[in-house]
């Protein structure tokens, strides 16, 4: 069983930070990638950020230059810092953990809010 815990949402003015986290335990077999995606109000799930294993980084358009994320693989803790926040990023946020090797390859955080204000 593996379990992601995540914190660090809130509501924030336009213009603000704030920074995620999201802790990875249980039983994981080899991680492939971490990553953090968003559902906004009435619309679909969306990819924002993701780090693989060697490193590399992907982040969806509309947060490059906004967004950073980062990773600590000695506590397979993933970080999502959020600067210069626009309403329109206000959404539930996911941490997601990808398995490579495990039984299941996919594991979902239960959501933090984030909501921007004008």
């Known amino acids: 069983q593996v379990q992601l815990v995540e914190s660090g949402g809130g509501l924030v003015q336009a213009g603000g930070s704030l920074r995620l986290s999201c802790a990875a335990s249980?039983?994981?077999?080899?991680?492939?990638?971490m990553g953090w995606y968003r559902q906004p109000p009435g619309k679909q799930r969306e990819l924002v950020a993701r780090?693989?294993?060697?490193?590399?980084?992907n982040y969806a358009d509309s947060v490059k230059g906004r967004f950073t994320i980062s990773r600590d693989n000695g506590d397979d803790t993933v970080y999502l810092q959020m600067n210069s926040l626009r309403p329109e990023d206000t959404a539930l946020y996911y941490c997601?953990?990808?398995?490579?090797?495990?039984?299941?390859?996919?594991?979902w955080g239960q959501g933090t809010q984030v909501t921007v204000s004008l």
């Open positions: 997601n953990l990808e398995d490579l090797l495990g039984p299941k390859k996919d594991y």
């Open positions: 249980g039983k994981i077999f080899y991680i492939n990638a």
């Open positions: 780090v693989a294993r060697d490193g590399r980084t």
